[in-house]
């Protein structure tokens, strides 16, 4: 693409000294010609690092993917504690959550999973067993040993999900 610029020529008012400026269209026409200028510029050190900072942290953890992964999963702990009455049995409603994100996701977001699998597990263990989390004394054990548990089970549904769709999608 060519590089259109512009130059032009002002008097400033009272000190009659003049004054060049010049313009680049270029931003118009080429929609990339700002991200280059802005890779090449050192001096907009600042706003470069924020956006690879950002963009690195969007590749590595996504807000939105997190909060859908929480839903689904809280949903899913909470139908199959109810319909399975058995101690534990919310576990496999997480496995069945990430096992979802993971056959459905084209990319990989086991922090997601891992994440909203710890959560929904420990809380779940909070309101189940409340009377001896606050009086037992054995609270934040039992939370911590319920969100770890969340977090294996919720990783290892989200391998087995991405496996799942990769020998779906795979040319054989």
Do not use: H
């Not at 400026?21 to 706003?47: K, Q, Y």
């Not at 590749?59 to 109810?82: C, E, K, M």
Request: no cysteine.
């Amino acid at each position: 693409m060519s590089r259109d610029r512009t130059r032009t020529r002002e008097r400033s008012g009272d000190a009659g000294e003049e004054f060049d400026a010049e313009f680049e269209l270029d931003s118009e026409l080429d929609p990339d010609a700002d991200e280059d200028r802005t890779r090449a510029d050192p001096d907009d050190a600042s706003g470069g690092f924020r956006s690879r900072a950002a963009e690195r942290a969007g590749a590595l953890f996504a807000p939105r993917i997190f909060i859908a992964a929480l839903l689904v999963t809280v949903g899913a702990l909470f139908a199959t504690s109810t319909f399975i009455p058995l101690p534990g049995a919310g576990l496999a409603g997480v496995f069945a959550a990430a096992f979802l994100f993971g056959a459905v996701l084209k990319d990989r977001r086991y922090a997601e999973t891992v994440l909203s699998g710890a959560l929904a597990a420990g809380g779940s263990a909070v309101l189940d067993f409340a009377v001896v989390a606050l009086f037992g004394g054995v609270g934040l054990p039992l939370v911590a040993v319920a969100g770890g548990l969340g977090a294996v089970v919720a990783a290892v549904g989200t391998y087995f999900g991405r496996d799942l769709r990769k020998g779906l999608t795979q040319d054989l």
